[in-house]
Every structure is written in structure tokens, then in C-alpha cells.
């Protein structure tokens, strides 16, 4: 009861009346909601302009006729056709076909951990949800460590257990396993497993228990269950994690770095490497077409969800 | 008048590079035996000719794995984590010292490596590795003065002219780097592991930080261009990119006469390579003059191979501008920069002292 009367409409703190601007109460109320009014559309407006602003300088860059990255010295469509020319195969220039090679690399490896990922991810999350087990608490509260921990971390871990695991395996069983796409993909999955979780979960608690216990009262099992009714009611869910999951290890450097081998240089370890030399808009070109493609993605996904919710 | 000489110049240039890429124009052939076997190639991004590898794959049927790091301690620590397959490699000097040192490089064959007589002799032999036993130079640069002609009259020659300027001037985020040419104006050895020189460095460069406007994180060249500074201390790779960007005769790049700091990668074979012969191989290839020669028209680096140079098949321009290969009597003064692992933190607090005082 008393937390109902503190939310009304016409209590107001005592703290407030201390604040001398306004003349009277009335006058006062309506100058603090115009000032929220005018102070949520630039907070807004800002925010949107800090976001959005890099952005915009990067594509704006992606046309500069020049080497540099920062200095505008004219138009030019060059650098989208250095990477169209190398796509069809009309023109092979030697950085051009090493960076689109790394993007191949990179979302291999992205789409390959981010399945992985969202397999054994959701399937936690269902075993935390649904699961009456000893420890499963603190499997939960575990899940959320690796949010936190330090990309470093768990870099630096993943490798030092492959060092260890490989000599281990090499010396029993005599064979040559080594580092490549297989450690960079156990490692995305690694930190992948618990963002996927995390989101499936959410979702699993917005469901309504009563469908799954109707399910099975109408002679359903398990797998049935799961398929027909759990399923479909997670599924964007799903979809939201391995976008989650796709996108982290798309960009991940760290991680990456301390377990790549031969002939798996990503795009992010690319675009490292080229500060020796210099960074030419042509990353700029590359980094515009990623950012349409990923909007296209967006905006399908949003038109499926509207489709989805309005059924 | 001036620009449409450059014009001609660069379309010159563009011509002449060209022509120097078809793969009939090597001389070099593969030795036998080696079709069908890979090579695993671990370099920075864009360091190496547009046309190397694939001319490389063609002239010996074998495929090349290219994968790239961005620096030097980057290399350093997947190595020393294990090599993952990696045949050859190419870190800087000090780096290649500090392989050497931690056991992390197989030793070479120079009979496998015929071409290594094309190095001139001053780039043979160094402290860390005198007979060339691990590495083969690749290409170097330096570490100079880069002057914006339209607001800086007076012809720069001396570091001391740099430091006294009346001007704004930037500095490189570097720390062995700024704190090395303290102590060479002092005196001292420019890899001095004596924490009182290098004390007597740091007093040196704060009392002639009153013209520093920044202290650049490798963007010296964009603060020229943008005319933000008059006078940059930056790599001559950076300043000779900018030259030819501007299209303009408004800078000069210049190695003080009191010498300055220069730095080479090499070619390496990391401890465990799978294929060590392949490797050499490969160094004989690019020490093919004309290999070398594109090497340099494609990244504006210079080479240690004397033959590249005197082939001419790199561009009078090149050969001829200091910023890329500067004169015989600024090359008596130039110094490495040696690994002081040993002193290391002292040389980082020492910069941070001037980060502090001096300001980015």
C-alpha cells in the first residue's frame, strides 16, 4: 500500500520545493516536464549523433582518392573497385585478394562458431530452466562468468590448455595436430556458449510453462514436446543469440590471435596488420559494404519478427 | 610548370613499375624437387610486392600461406608460444636479437642462398648475428626529419636546428626511439643501458620540448599534411607515401648530419619451420635483383640488395630521393636500435616522464 501512494501522480519528494526556480507549483511542473522534454530528445539526438557520426566519417572515407585514411583529397570509386575487380576476377591485386581471403576466413569461422555456439548454448539454457538437478545453481551463476572475464583471459588460457592438450595428444597418440581454424572456432565457442544462453534464457522465462505441462497432459512426449511447442516459442531467441554470437566472433581480435595457425589470418588480425604499412580506404570500402550488408540483415530480420508477431 | 612535371613524373613511374612485374622479366629459377610442397609465409600485410608470391608459386609449382601480424612483440609471443606451422617470417632487428637469444630461430644454409651476394656489404654482418646465420636483410628505413618547405626557410641539417626551432614540431610516440637520439646528441651510445645517460636523456629532450606540439602516434605525416606542424621526426616510409600522395614539392625529408636511427626486417626461419629448404628457396627469391627491385617500387621501402639498385630497374625517383635511400655520408651515422631488455623499464619510465611533462 505504501509503495502505491509514493508512485501516484501528485506526490512529489519534499526534496523538491527546496529548488527556487519556479514561482508556483503549477508553473513548476510544466517547466520541469518541458526541460525532460527538451533534455530526452538530446540525450536522443545526441546519442544517435555519437553512435552514428564515426560511421558516417568512415563511409564518407571510403571514397577519398588517397592512400590516407584521415586527409580528404577528392571522389573516387577505386577502392569499391579494387574489390569488385578482385570478386569477379578481372583484375588480382595482391593485398586486395589477402584482405577479401580474410574476410572468408573470418565469417567461416564466425557462422561455423556462432551454430556451435547456439546449439550447446540454447541447450544449457533449456537445462537450466527446465532441470531439477544438484548444483545447477551454481551452473547458473557460472554462466555468467564468462561474460565477464577479459577477452586476455581467456586468450591466454585457451591457449596455454592447447599447448597442453596438443603435446599431450602428439606425444600418446603420435599425430600432428596444431593450431588452426579448429582452436580459433573451440575458442569462439568457448565465449560464445554464454551469451547465447543468457538470451535463450530470457526467453525461456517470458514463456508460459502451462503449454509444455498441456502438451504432454494431451499425450505428447518429450521430443515432441520440444519440437512442436518449446521450439517454435524460442525460437527468436535462437535467432537473436547466434546473431549475438555470429557478430562477437566476427570481430573478436583477441582471442583469435593467440589460436590462429597457418593460413587462418582473419579480418580483424588483417586489418591489425596492415599498420605496419598503412591503412587504405579500401578497408573503409570493405567496412561500408559489411555495414550494408549487416543493415539489409537487420532489416529482413525486423520484417520477419513483425510478420512473426502479428500471426 | 612544377605539377605537370610531377605528372609526367609519376606517370613515369607507374609505367616503368609495370613494367618491371611480368614474371618473363625474372632471371631466377626454381631448383628442383620442389612441386606441389607449400610454404607458409608470416609477414605484415601489404610488405611485399604485388606480384612476389603468386610469380613465386608459378616459377617453383608450389602454394604459398600468407598470414599476417601486426607487430613485432606480436610475433614474438606466437612464437614463443609454439610455432603453428610457420616457414618464414619477417620481424625487425631488435626482434630478431631477442629470437635469437631465446632459441626461437633455426639456423640457415647461405650455400642454399646464392643470391645473399647481391646484399651490399654494409647491410651484411650485424651484433646480433655477424655471419648471418639466422637472417637475411629484407628491406629498412629510417627514422628522419620531415620538413614542410612553405613555413620552415632555413635548410635543416642539424638535430640541434630541429630542437631550437622556432616552430611547432612533433615528435614520434617511440620510446627507444626519441630517447635513442638524446643520447646521440649527447654522445653516448644510442643503445646506452647506463640509467644515468639515460636520465641525462630525458633532461636533454625536456629542455628542447618547448616546440612540441605532439607527440604523434604514427600519424606525424598527417599533422604535416594538414599543416599542423612544421617540422615532424617521423619514419621516411610514412613521409615518402605523403610525398607522393601531395603530388607537390612541399616537403623534404632529411637525416640530420649527427646521424640517425634505422631499422630492417629480416628473413627468418622460426624454430620447427616444416619446411626449412623451401624457406631458403624463397630468401634466394627475393634476392633476385629484379624480385627485390618490384619489392621496393610496390612498397616504397629500401633494399639491402645492391644489385636491385644498380639493375635500374627501380625508378630514378626512388633511387635518387632520400626519404627511400638517402646519401652515402648520412648511411656512416645511422644506428639499430639493440634489444636493452635488461634496462627496459628505465627506458619506459623515462618516456613516460616526458609523456608527462611534454604532453601528446
Known sequence: MA??????????????????????????????????????????????????????????????????????????????????????????????????????????????????????GTMVALSLARGHYPGRRLLDGLLYIPLVIPDITQGVSLAMFFMIAFGFINNLLGLGANYGFGTIIVGHVAFNISYVAVVVRARLAHMN???????????ANGWQTFWRITFPQILPGIIAGWLLAFTLSLDDYVVTFFNNGVGTTTLSIF???????????????????????????????????SQFSKR | MKKALFAVLVAALLVSTAAAQSIEDIAWTCPEGYEGQTLNVYNWATYIGEDTVANFEELCGVTVTYDVFESNEAVIARLRQGNPGYDITFPNEYAVSIMIRDGLLETI??????????????????????????????????????????????????????????????????????????????????????????????????????????????????????????????????IYQLMLDCECEDYAYIIPEEGSIVDMTFMVVPVGAPNLALAEVFMDYILDPVVSAQIVNDTFYATPNQAAIDSGLIPEELVNNTALFPSEESLENLYFLADVTDVEQVYNDAWDEILIFIGG
Open chain 1, 3 to 120: 509503495n502505491k501512494a509514493l508512485t501516484g501522480p501528485f506526490v512529489r519528494s519534499p526534496h523538491t520545493s527546496e529548488i527556487s526556480l519556479p514561482i508556483n507549483r503549477h508553473d513548476r511542473g510544466r517547466f520541469l516536464r518541458g526541460a525532460a522534454q527538451v533534455g530526452y530528445k538530446a540525450i536522443a539526438y545526441g546519442g544517435m549523433i555519437f553512435l552514428w557520426l564515426p560511421i558516417v566519417l568512415l563511409v564518407v572515407f571510403s571514397f577519398n582518392d588517397s592512400r590516407a585514411v584521415n586527409q580528404w583529397q577528392g571522389f573516387t570509386g577505386q577502392w569499391y573497385g579494387n574489390i569488385f575487380n578482385n570478386i569477379i576476377g578481372t583484375e588480382a591485386r595482391f593485398s586486395t585478394e589477402l584482405m577479401l581471403h580474410a574476410v572468408g576466413n573470418s565469417l567461416f569461422v564466425s557462422v561455423v562458431a556462432g551454430i556451435i555456439a547456439t546449439i550447446i
Open chain 1, 271 to 305: 586489418v591489425y596488420g596492415m599498420l605496419k604499412t598503412s591503412v587504405t580506404p579500401e578497408i573503409n570500402a570493405l567496412s561500408t559494404l559489411m555495414l550494408v550488408a549487416s543493415t539489409v540483415l537487420v532489416v529482413i530480420s525486423l520484417g520477419m519478427q
Open chain 2, 109 to 238: 644454409n647461405k650455400d642454399n642462398i646464392p643470391n645473399f651476394a647481391n646484399v651490399a656489404e654494409r647491410w651484411r654482418g650485424y651484433d646480433f648475428d655477424p655471419e648471418n646465420e639466422y637472417g637475411m636483410p629484407y628491406l629498412w628505413g629510417t627514422t628522419g626529419v620531415a620538413v614542410d618547405l612553405t613555413s620552415v626557410e632555413e635548410p635543416i641539417t642539424s638535430w640541434m636546428q630541429v630542437f631550437e626551432l622556432d616552430g611547432r614540431v612533433s615528435w614520434i610516440d617511440d620510446t627507444r626511439t626519441m630517447l635513442s637520439l638524446a643520447l646521440l646528441m649527447l654522445g653516448y651510445d644510442p643503445n646506452s643501458m647506463d640509467a644515468d645517460e639515460i636520465a641525462q636523456g630525458v633532461d636533454f629532450l625536456l629542455e628542447h620540448g618547448d616546440n612540441v606540439v605532439s607527440i604523434a602516434d604514427d600519424d606525424g605525416d598527417a599533422l604535416l599534411a594538414r599543416g599542423e606542424v612544421d617540422i615532424a621526426l617521423e619514419y621516411s616510409g610514412d
Open chain 1, 209 to 219: 510453462p502451462r503449454l509444455e505441462e498441456a502438451a504432454y497432459d494431451l499425450g
